[in-house]
């Protein structure tokens, strides 16, 4: 029937509401003498795309029909041509190869013919992921291990971050011996253990002798991953195997220490510190330039990420409490900045210096004034904790908690270290309000002087 269609000259080249041409549907069934018949009446059907713009070679492959692919790829087909995921948005412009799709789809003799036909076995869509990432997500140990034999990269990355290893470790089809195999050819195969919480198969590798001193391309030992993620027994492993990893450093000079204190993981703080970590070591911030002396203690990052558990770890270990950073911050000015008022209070009443300035000139009680969130009842807390609580009043512009001051009878007339009343502070700042305050308190203020 279909040969008689052709010589009758009826039209091949119509398109179905799927926009599928009859080869289309060929490829899709693995009907290969109409595949055939079809090319040789109009090869240009080769290269014709549906609604998920999928050329036939693609409806091949989603099929596993080997013979259809062959025969596409004989004829011109393109072994690298690209469609679309069937819910990617249609203005997204293609980027999953027939590759991908033979492998995601678990048809290893496709993949093989793709491959032997020269396709990109690393290109890359634009979710960043790769076959391999297709076959080890789906735990598809056979199409895996034929993709690294054949040059696929292990280490490339999903715009997420996830390597192969990492969705094979995540997928729920959770296969032991990929995850295995995936491992032995990753560049950084203890970091991979690591990370995937996976404390047999590290030591394993320790036991192969694997190197536990390697780092990654951001610096990162395996025990910095473990301080991150917080994976206490592969810490206690490392640490055990090599002690000295507790004072590697990364590309940004953060030690272990800091990674468990930013990311709160407090027992891995407690476990570094008894194995010696020095509790005032300093990193860098991330937008900081490479010849900044590094300024930033474990304790600030513990009191801006409102980690208090890991701040009163660190604080018993003898963390210095007044450190200033290279912009003057200490851990009080770090947790007040970033509304962690618990965390400050805890600071304060071991013994922080709440007089201390930033480079700017501002108190932590300068900084909770200034925050777009103002908490009363804590700039309270910090003017009553402070040297001159009347004098920061004014300088905060805030006659609410001047007037509290002044009801609780403290002192108006004392003085700063520049003898100045906070009378000399409203007339420098302008600040009228105060000024009639003080001056309705105690007109003495009038006639002192700096």
């Not at 027939?98 to 990109?120: P, S």
């Not at 000079?253 to 468990?260: F, L």
């Not at 937008?287 to 930033?296: F, G, I, N, R, W």
């Amino acid at each position: 029937t279909l040969y008689a269609l052709i010589n009758a000259n009826i039209e091949i080249n119509t398109t179905d509401e799927d926009q599928y041409t009859p080869l289309h549907i060929a490829a899709k069934t693995g009907n290969f003498e109409a595949a055939k018949a079809l090319i040789e009446k109009d090869s240009r059907l080769i290269n014709t795309v549906d609604r998920y713009h999928w050329y036939p070679i693609h409806i091949a492959v989603a099929s596993g029909k080997c013979d259809i692919i062959s025969l596409l790829l004989d004829k011109g087909a393109d072994v690298d041509a690209k469609g679309r995921y069937n819910d990617d948005d249609p203005s997204i412009t293609p980027s999953v190869t027939v590759l991908q799709f033979a492998a995601k789809g678990g048809h290893i003799e496709c993949v093989r013919t793709l491959v032997m036909k020269g396709a990109d076995i690393n290109h890359q869509d634009h979710y960043g992921r790769t076959a391999l990432h297709g076959a080890a997500k789906d735990g598809n140990y056979e199409i895996a291990k034929f993709l690294v034999e054949n040059g696929a990269n292990a280490s490339l990355k999903t715009n997420n971050g996830n390597t192969a290893l990492d969705l094979a470790a995540k997928s729920s089809e959770k296969n032991e011996e990929l995850i295995q195999y995936l491992t032995s050819h990753s560049r950084n195969p203890i970091h991979h253990a690591v990370r995937i919480k996976n404390t047999e198969m590290l030591n394993a590798l320790i036991a192969a002798n694997i190197e536990v001193n390697t780092t990654d391309e951001d610096q990162w030992t395996p025990l910095h991953i473990a301080a991150k993620n917080g994976n206490l027994e592969a810490a206690e492993v490392l640490i055990e195997k090599d002690f000295r990893l507790i004072n590697t450093t990364d590309i940004n000079h953060w030690y272990p220490i800091h990674q468990a204190a930013f990311n709160g993981k407090c027992d891995i703080v407690s476990l570094l510190l008894g194995k010696g970590a020095d509790v005032n070591v300093k990193a860098r911030y991330v937008d900081d330039e490479p010849l900044v002396s590094p300024s930033v203690t474990a304790l600030q990052w513990a009191a801006e990420k409102g980690h208090i558990r890991c701040l009163r770890i660190l604080v018993r270990k003898g963390a210095d409490i007044n450190h200033q950073d290279h912009y003057g911050n200490t851990a009080l000015h770090k947790a007040v900045k970033f509304g962690n008022y618990k965390v400050a209070k805890f600071l304060v009443e071991n013994g922080t210096n709440t007089s201390l300035k930033t480079n700017n000139g501002n108190t932590a009680l300068d900084l909770a004034a200034k925050s777009d969130e103002k908490n009363n009842e804590f700039i309270r807390y910090l003017a009553n904790n402070s040297k001159n609580p009347v004098h920061c009043a004014v300088r905060i512009n805030s006659t609410q908690i001047l007037n509290a001051l002044i009801a609780a009878n403290v002192n108006v007339y004392t003085k700063n270290k520049n003898q100045y009343t906070p009378l000399h502070i409203a007339a420098k700042t302008g600040n009228f309000q105060a000024a009639e305050v003080l001056i309705e308190k105690d007109s003495r203020l009038i006639n002192t002087t700096d």
